[in-house]
């Protein structure tokens, strides 16, 4: 079970973030912009990652040696939300979510590089599978690709490696630091990187206080900053980066079945199918991993 909880755990963070764009697009129907919730998720999320540090430790935070890390995993978090809601200004969703999904190959390589070392066998077929599956599964193949801005191409790509690098960033651990007080340090900084270049206004002039907003905010904050942010802390060193960007492709799969169930959006058998390809395309490498460490285990007992 040991073997397999870490994996999980990166699997379930990334399902979070497939439900956030439903919520954004609720939170759109009732009235609001798509920057203002995007707004309410970063700002709630660090009220509830200081409500929590409050609530669990007994000790002012301090950051120890591990400053840069931590900058750059608030950077990247704040930067992909950011570039991200660009890319949906220009991008049809189908194809914005195409461009996003690009982060399994480019965090795959990000870790080669960093690494100094080849991608496997077993990470190329699962990346090739990954690749197939979302165009499947976004539903792309009627999408007309003729007349769309170019910087729409630029924004998807560049959340793409935006949220590569956050989740190599992950696998670097703060020596003295708990995940609670990373938490509270990553969220803060991205919340200021938000609140630069999106919608702080809704603090001052009461908006993000209204009831719904509020409940918007509050449900953005848990699933896309507090859960996967602690979730992927403790796992991601563990795992790797390379796994781990191929398992956060999860998070189309959920994202095309939560539009499904509360948007009441299309469903093709041709996304039917993509999704069980990436299902499959997540599973390879995981269990070559798991096969690969019980091999050690024997050889060394």
Same mark, same amino acid.
């Given at each position: ?36 919730? #995007? ?57 914005? #979510? ?41 539903? #792309? ?116 079945? #939560? ?43």
């Amino acid at each position: 079970m040991k073997l397999w909880i870490y994996p999980l755990m990166v699997v379930f963070a990334a399902s979070c973030y497939g439900t956030l764009s439903t919520m954004v697009k609720l939170a759109i129907e009732e009235g609001y912009s798509a920057s203002e919730a #995007v707004s309410s998720q970063y700002i709630i999320g660090f009220m509830l990652a200081l409500l929590l540090y409050i609530t669990t430790q007994r000790k002012l935070p301090r950051l120890y040696g591990g400053f840069k890390i931590i900058l750059l995993a608030g950077v990247f978090t704040g930067a992909t939300g950011i570039v991200y809601g660009q890319a949906l200004i220009y991008l049809p969703a189908s194809l914005a #979510v195409v461009m996003l999904f690009q982060f399994t190959w480019i965090g795959t390589l990000i870790d080669c590089i960093l690494r100094k070392r080849w991608p496997t066998r077993t990470e190329v077929i699962s990346l090739i599978i990954l690749f197939i599956g979302t165009i499947l599964a976004a539903g #792309v193949l009627d999408v007309d690709l003729s007349g769309i801005d170019l910087r729409g191409w630029i924004y998807g790509f560049a959340a793409a490696v935006s949220f590569s690098l956050n989740m190599n960033i992950n696998t670097k651990q703060v020596e003295g630091m708990n995940t609670t007080t990373r938490l509270l340090f990553v969220s803060f900084i991205a919340a200021i990187m938000i609140t630069m270049f999106q919608s702080p206004e809704i603090v001052w002039n009461g908006k993000l206080f209204t009831e719904s907003l509020l409940f918007y905010g509050l449900a953005l904050g848990l699933l896309g900053i507090i859960v996967p942010i602690y979730f992927f802390v403790i796992a991601v060193p563990k795992v790797g980066g390379a796994l781990s960007s191929i398992l956060s492709a999860m998070e189309l799969p959920v994202a095309v079945i #939560v539009s499904v169930l509360v948007l009441s959006e299309a469903l093709s058998w041709l996304q039917v199918l993509g999704i069980i390809v990436i299902l499959i395309g997540m599973t390879i490498p995981t269990l070559a991993g798991i096969r690969s460490k019980k091999k050690q285990r024997r050889a060394i007992r």
